[in-house]
């Protein structure tokens, strides 16, 4: 009886998110009348203006990664290391965007740093893309906080600072030769998820209006019938190889701790 | 949080020199990471917040809170409401039942890698390409619309289905809803131990008894906190909306949504109020998210 149930709530589950998924494959392959074909993704893969956003969409997403990894390693490194006191309040910080949402905080960016305030970052494109950026920095903030701080956990902090201390390494040095290779699988874990939130993120983008992955695809929604399932199978596939990269780098990082 | 609220002040009393000497020091660590946080998340939400109680010559008001009841912005937050009220809930107790399906229910061990891994998948899928997927499912032209009415008969318009409307939107949340409540309630579930229902179960527990007396007990705070995330989740998200509808669907984001870009409303610092309201709201959800959690993992340890 429970089994049974168990396996009625499963098929209902996966019908419900294959149908989906095979809906949108379907309906992305049906350009040419009659056969199946792959003209649609033939045309959004052509279209300038897809290469010139995704590229654009691929540029911010390496852009926030390296922020946000500098950002965070040092200072979750920091506060376990030095300040274990302010991790509730760090930690209080980093859940913030989940309680803000999005379109909340890219409205406070539009109104604080305006032409006219004493920080007019929309005023030129590098500033906008910089605010675009520091935008995304915390929408991927409680993952990558989050991520990193399970990931400095599972080393001895202390001990290994004091051993390269002794042996005269500098606070650059143990960072980048000592945390950042402990640490790595988390940090490529949410460099990855990171990645899968910027690549698609609409909000944001269109707000600030940068010409970005996500505004192309609504703009490209609202005029086209066949490309748009293309470009969500595309978006699918990427998130689902950010997924999939997330488990082998954590699958890769077991083994050799195995081996270790 | 009990802890956070007594720590600080110990360090002045309690520390002997080389802390005290090394303070100051340590606190500058912190320096790029609260600039970052006052700036890009701290100060824009304060301008929201203080512009939300301001006249447009900065003197303090409630006007901006009282216009906000006007017809049609309480309709907004009451669709949103329920839109995220609804698809929290059918998200919780789908994703449960396929969750405890898997824990508990005897289904083979396999499926359960996979399961999980999807679940990450799905519920980072949303936004426009996700309403690409349900407008070509069930979008007039869509998978299944087509199906049923070529091999049915069935006009899923004539039965008053629309995508584009507020059960819609229910059906496409739920993508991201249900996957969300699998990761997040299948670690609760492996922490129900096996003693518990073996105890249960020798002093003459029924499966229900036990379900109803001992481990929904447990659960549930982890299962109200999951509910709360669910909504906030819900309740701020703009892209799927926007994608599937466009402009005119009465929902809070898309009104803030067409208000920061044209001024629709006519008064900038109603949009602030709009925008004041979604954060009390989003902010009362995730606080019972946070106590609550807290509370549940007393339990799980």
């Known amino acids: 009886m429970t089994r049974l149930l168990a396996w009625a709530a499963l098929l209902f589950g996966l019908l419900y998110f294959f149908l989906p998924l095979a809906g949108m494959t379907e309906f992305s392959m049906k350009m040419r009348r009659g056969v199946y074909s792959f003209d649609a993704y033939r045309a959004v893969l052509g279209d300038a203006k897809f290469q010139e956003t995704f590229g654009y969409s691929v540029a911010m997403a390496f852009a926030t990664i390296v922020f946000g990894v500098l950002l965070v390693v040092p200072t979750a490194y920091w506060v376990r290391l030095k300040l274990p006191r302010a991790r509730p309040y760090i930690e209080f910080i980093t859940l913030l965007p989940l309680v803000i949402p999005a379109i909340v905080i890219v409205f406070g960016y539009i109104r604080l740093y305006n032409t006219s305030s004493w920080l007019p970052l929309t005023g030129s494109i590098t500033g906008t893309n910089f605010l675009l950026m520091m935008g995304y920095a915390t929408l991927a903030l409680p993952y990558m906080y989050r991520s990193v701080d399970t990931g400095l956990r599972t080393i001895d902090v202390a001990t290994l600072t004091e051993a390269a201390q002794s042996l005269g390494a500098g606070w650059v040095t143990i960072l980048a030769r000592l945390i950042l290779p402990n640490v790595l699988v988390a940090v490529l874990s949410g460099a990855f998820l990171t990645f899968a939130i910027v690549i698609g993120e609409f909000t944001m983008a269109a707000l600030l209006d940068r010409p970005a992955f996500g505004p192309y695809m609504q703009l490209l929604g609202a005029n086209r019938a066949y490309e748009p399932p293309a470009l969500a199978v595309i978006a699918f596939v990427i998130t689902w190889g950010c997924m999939g990269l997330i488990q082998l780098v954590t699958r890769f990082s077991k083994h050799e701790r195995a081996k270790a | ?301």
Not at chain 2, 55 to 82: A, V
Not at chain 2, 198 to 219: D, F, H, N
Not at chain 2, 263 to 271: C, F, I, S
Request: charged share 10%.
């Open chain 2, 1 to 301: 949080m009990t802890t956070s609220a007594s720590a600080p002040p110990a360090p002045e009393a309690a520390k002997p020199s080389p802390a005290r000497r090394g303070l100051p020091l340590s606190w500058l660590g912190l320096l790029p990471f609260t600039l970052f946080a006052v700036l890009f998340l701290i100060l824009p939400t304060m301008k929201i917040v203080f512009g939300a109680f301001q006249t447009p010559d900065g003197s303090f008001t409630l006007q901006n809170i009282r216009d906000l009841n006007t017809e049609s912005i309480l309709i907004s937050y009451w669709t949103s409401i329920k839109l995220s009220l609804i698809t929290a809930l059918l998200g919780c107790v789908i994703g449960f039942a396929m969750a405890a399906g898997m824990v508990l229910g005897g289904l083979p061990r396999a499926i359960r890698g996979p399961l999980l891994t999807f679940s990450g998948v799905a519920s980072n899928f949303a936004g426009v390409p996700l309403a690409f997927a349900f407008i070509a499912t069930l979008g007039p032209a869509g998978l299944i619309t087509i199906y049923l009415r070529t091999e049915f008969g069935i006009n899923l318009r004539a039965y008053g289905f629309n995508l584009l409307s507020f059960w819609g939107l229910v059906a496409t949340y739920l993508f991201f809803q249900i996957p969300l409540m699998i990761l997040i309630i299948t670690p609760a579930l492996d922490g129900l131990k096996r003693e518990w229902r073996e105890a249960a179960q020798v002093l003459g527990a029924s499966v229900g008894q036990y379900w109803r007396m001992v481990a929904l007990p447990i659960l549930f705070p982890s299962l109200l906190g999951t509910f709360a995330l669910l909504f906030a989740n819900a309740f701020g998200a703009v892209a799927t909306a926007y994608a599937l509808t466009g402009p005119q669907l009465n929902i809070v984001p898309i009104k803030l949504f067409a208000q920061i870009r044209g001024d629709v409303l006519g008064n900038p610092h109603l949009g602030y109020a709009l925008a004041f309201g979604m954060i009390v709201i989003t902010g009362i959800a995730n606080f019972l998210y946070i106590w609550l959690r807290a509370r549940s993992e007393r339990w799980l340890k």
